[in-house]
C-alpha cells in the first residue's frame, strides 16, 4: 500500500507496509502513481506529456528505480501481516501495566473532564493502602515472566491520596526484590497540590510525570478552574517550572488539551515552550458533539494547518539549538514498535487494566465507571473473560474501517475507547480522530525527511 503526499516542498511516498519512506522528484512521485494498473508503455507516454522537457531515458531510469525498490521490498511490499495476526483469543495474556486510581476525587473542576470531575460518574472515593498493596500484588502475580512493570498513579488527582501513593512505592520496592521484577512508576497530576515533598520523592522515584497544562493563561484558565470558579494557571505554572527544573533528565511531559476554544493550539504548544517546558503533548478534545468545546468539521482544515505549522517551527528551533519534543511527532522510521506490537495496540483490557480505588478492574482508565466494562477486581482476577476476549481480537485488523488505511500499522487501529464513544463499539472508529491522527503521521514523517536531508547536507 503505497501513500502519497506533498508537504514542507518535498514529495513524499511511504510503503504502508515495509514502512519505507521516499523523498522523491515530481517525475518519479507521478511515475510511482501510475505505476500500478499502467501499462509500461502507456507510462511512458503519459509522463512524456506531461514533462516534455524529461527525455524517455530519464523516464526509463525512473521506471527501472521503482522496478528495483520494488524488487528489494521498498515499493509496493505486499501486507505480510494479515496472516500473522494471529488468533489473539488463544494468546496468553500478561499484565505488564496498570493505572492506579488512588483518588476519585479532584480539586479542579475543569469542564470538559472525562471522568465527571474525577468521581467517573460515580461517588468521590479514595484508595486504601490495603486496596493499593493488592493491586501491586495482583500485578506481580499475572505479570508471568516479564520483569519490567508500569503503575501510573491516577485519578481524580493522585496528590489527594499522597500518603499512600509514597507507601505503594515502597511496597513495590519491595516486590521488586522478591520477585525480580522492576517497577516503572508515572505520576499525573494537574500540580495543584505539588510542593517540595512531591518534587522530591517524584524525582527520586517516578520513572515518568504528567503535568496538565492547557497552554496559554486565557486558554487554561476557561475550562480548567477551581471549585471557586478561579483559573489554575497562575498557581501551577511556578510550580510546574520548579518541578522540571528540578528534575534534571528524568521523563516528564506537559500534557495540553485543545478545544474548539483554541483550535490555534500550536500558540499554546509554543507558549509552553516558552515557559521552559521541552516535552510536550497537546490532545484532541474527545467529547459528546453537542458540547460547545467540542471539534467542528470546520475546525479540521484549520487543525491540519496547526500540525504543519508547529512541526516547520520545531525544525527551525532544532536548527537554532533549542529542540522541543512533540509527543506525536515521535516517530522511528528505521526500527520503531515492533510487529507485535503494531498489530495488537495499546493492550487494553489485557496487558493494560484500570483499578478503581475499590479494587475493581476496567480495561483502561476511559471505561472506569461504565458497569459493562468491569472486568472482575484484584482479589477475584479477571471474571469477565467474554470481554476481555474482545479486547484481544481489538487491533488493525479486526477493524473493518482500518482494512485499507496506509496508517493503521502506525495507530495500530487506534483507541478502543475514543471508538466506542464515537460509535459504540471498541472495534469501530473514531473517524474525526483517525484523520487527525493520520496528519500528524504525515508532519512526523515529513520532519525525518527534513532532519535526513540537512544531515546528509
Not at 511512458?44 to 527501472?64: A, G, M
Amino acid at each position: 500500500m503505497i501513500h502519497q503526499y506533498k508537504l514542507g516542498g518535498y514529495n513524499i511516498v511511504l510503503d504502508a507496509f515495509s514502512s519505507s519512506v521516499h523523498c522523491v522528484d515530481d517525475l518519479a512521485y507521478d511515475a510511482i502513481a501510475l505505476y500500478e494498473g499502467t501499462p509500461k508503455q502507456e507510462l511512458i507516454s503519459t509522463l512524456s506529456e506531461r514533462y516534455p522537457d524529461v527525455t524517455e531515458q530519464d523516464i526509463l531510469d525512473t521506471i527501472s528505480d521503482i522496478e528495483e525498490l520494488k524488487a528489494q521490498g521498498k515499493l509496493f511490499s505486499e501486507d505480510e501481516y494479515a496472516d500473522k495476526a494471529f488468533d489473539f483469543k488463544n494468546r496468553h495474556t500478561q499484565v505488564k501495566a496498570l493505572c492506579l486510581h488512588v483518588a476519585h476525587t479532584c480539586n479542579l473542576n475543569c469542564e470538559y473532564c472525562f471522568a465527571s470531575q474525577g468521581k467517573y460518574h460515580g461517588e468521590k472515593a479514595i484508595m486504601s493502602l490495603e486496596t493499593g498493596k493488592r493491586a501491586l500484588d495482583f500485578l506481580v502475580e499475572n505479570s508471568k515472566g516479564r520483569t519490567n512493570l508500569e503503575v501510573d498513579f491516577f485519578g481524580g488527582e493522585p496528590l489527594m491520596n499522597f500518603d499512600v501513593v509514597k507507601e505503594l512505592v515502597a511496597y513495590g520496592r519491595e516486590l521488586e526484590k522478591k520477585h525480580g521484577k522492576n517497577f516503572r512508576f508515572t505520576l499525573t497530576t494537574n500540580g495543584m497540590l505539588i510542593d517540595d515533598d512531591v518534587i522530591e520523592f517524584s524525582n527520586k522515584e517516578m520513572h515518568n510525570v504528567v503535568l496538565s497544562l492547557d497552554g496559554r493563561k486565557d486558554v487554561h484558565d476557561r475550562l480548567r478552574k477551581t471549585y471557586t470558579g478561579q483559573g489554575s494557571y497562575d498557581t501551577i505554572v511556578p510550580k510546574f517550572q520548579k518541578f522540571v527544573k528540578e528534575r534534571g533528565d528524568k521523563g516528564y511531559y506537559v500534557r495540553g488539551t485543545f478545544t474548539h476554544n483554541n483550535i490555534d493550539f500550536t500558540s499554546d504548544i509554543l507558549h509552553m515552550a516558552d515557559l521552559g517546558f521541552t516535552e510536550l503533548s497537546m490532545e484532541p478534545v474527545v467529547c459528546a458533539p453537542d458540547d460547545p468545546y467540542a471539534l467542528t468539521e470546520e475546525d479540521f482544515p484549520v487543525l491540519c494547518e496547526q500540525y504543519e505549522k508547529l512541526a516547520f517551527e520545531m525544525l527551525r528551533r532544532e536548527k537554532e539549538g533549542k529542540p522541543i519534543t512533540f509527543y506525536h511527532y515521535m516517530i522511528d522510521l528505521e526500527g520503531g514498535p515492533c510487529i507485535y506490537k503494531r498489530i495488537s495496540g495499546c493492550g487494553s483490557g489485557t496487558e493494560y487494566l484500570a483499578v478503581t480505588p475499590w479494587g475493581e478492574l476496567y480495561p483502561c482508565h476511559q471505561f472506569v465507571g461504565d458497569e459493562k466494562y468491569s472486568m472482575g477486581d484484584i482479589w477475584r482476577g479477571v471474571t469477565n473473560t467474554e470481554l476481555q476476549n474482545e479486547f484481544k481480537m481489538c487491533n488493525a485488523y479486526a477493524r473493518e474501517d482500518c482494512k485499507d488505511c496506509w496508517a493503521k500499522l502506525y495507530c495500530s487501529g487506534g483507541c478502543a475507547a475514543n471508538a466506542y464513544h464515537a460509535t459504540g463499539s471498541i472495534t469501530g472508529i473514531y473517524e474525526y480522530g483517525c484523520r487527525l491522527f493520520k496528519k500528524r503521521i504525515e508532519c512526523a514523517i515529513m520532519m525525518k525527511v527534513a532532519q535526513a536531508l540537512e544531515d546528509a547536507e
